[in-house]
């Protein structure tokens, strides 16, 4: 099941960057007053929101969210999509940065490809904070994220929990993991071994191989495991970083019999992806609450243009740094509570979630 991709995502870069810059307040003046939380504030705020791509699909509901908390906060945003590509986004960087923007808010195509230029925004006096994936060895002002390592835990518990639950021994299970260009992957992952140590220790689970992806991509995916099944034959779980993965993964399980057998688990809550959870052929979905992330870090975003310090709890150490870090917690999607968890929330509907069921076969409302 393929995903749909946005029409944003397929428009050339500079038809979209011309389309793209949002004038959201009723007056984007500097000495305009707008209301947040019941107060008067003055001097709305500039913001540039730096964007990876459209691909996964989860990233259209930020960047949609993140806009309609700006609109209703009277603050501006300079939108940029850099489609996957880490040179346009360098350029865009410091596009936005001369464009008189008070604070930079980044989902960076490369954890590390990007140091310097932020180094040099800073450099300005503009803040940066980092949405939901790291910008590595240089200081930053934030980073606002979910629980990466605790998500790569879930994901490993949930599938080696269905192997115990059958009273399974020795099986084999396959790690894919996310892009080498995505610091997010290596806490993934580090969550998942995490998970997997005792089990392989106490030999109740042998680990096939933990493969590496250049890009969250689908087709890159695919080939991997294409790979793995010529290789190894019989696997009995496949901790997949993300539902592009997932999807892949239960596609060439398909191919071979074997969907809904093979544990696959995945991250993102796509609307295939939890399709696929409420069909069973995939095990369970991350679901990460994207809109209370994009709404948190517009607040973030204008604290950091307003008194240029972020108030955390907690600190994450970016490889030069300790940068303040609000964390958020992910949710966990399975056949038995998609109900009570994305439906509920209205993430996804349940006549799209049930599409493929038929009625008699479906829950109750």
Known sequence: MRRTRSPISEVCTAVFLAAAIFSLSACSQSNSQVEQDGDQVRNAVRIGFSMDSFVVERWQRDRDAFLDEARTNGVEVILRTANENLEVQRRHLLELAQSGIDVLVVVPNDAEGLSDIVESIRNRGIPVLAYDRLVRNTAIDGYISFDNQGIGSMMAEAVLGELESHGSVNETVLVINGALSDYNSFMINRGIMTALTSRIDGGQVRVLDSLWL????????????????????????????????????????????????????????????????????????????????????????????????????????????????????????????????????????????????????????
């Open 214 to 365: 250049q890009t969250w991509r689908n087709e890159e995916a695919h080939e991997a495991i294409e790979g793995a099944f010529d290789r190894f034959g019989h696997i009995s779980g496949v901790i997949a970083a993300n539902d592009l993965i997932a999807e892949a993964v239960v596609r060439s399980a398909s191919a071979r019999g074997i969907a809904g057998e093979l544990l696959v688990s995945g991250m993102d809550g796509d609307l295939a992806a939890v399709q696929r959870v409420a069909e069973g052929t995939q095990l369970m979905t991350i679901y990460k609450p994207v809109e209370d992330l994009a709404r948190r870090a517009l607040h973030a975003a204008v604290e950091l243009a307003r008194t240029r310090n972020l108030q955390a709890d907690q600190h994450i150490h970016n490889g030069s740094v300790e940068v303040p870090f609000i964390r958020l917690d992910p949710v966990m999607v399975t056949h038995d509570n998609i109900l009570s968890t994305v439906i509920a929330d209205r993430f996804h509907s349940y006549d799209d979630v049930f599409r493929n069921i038929p009625e008699s076969q479906r829950p109750p409302r």
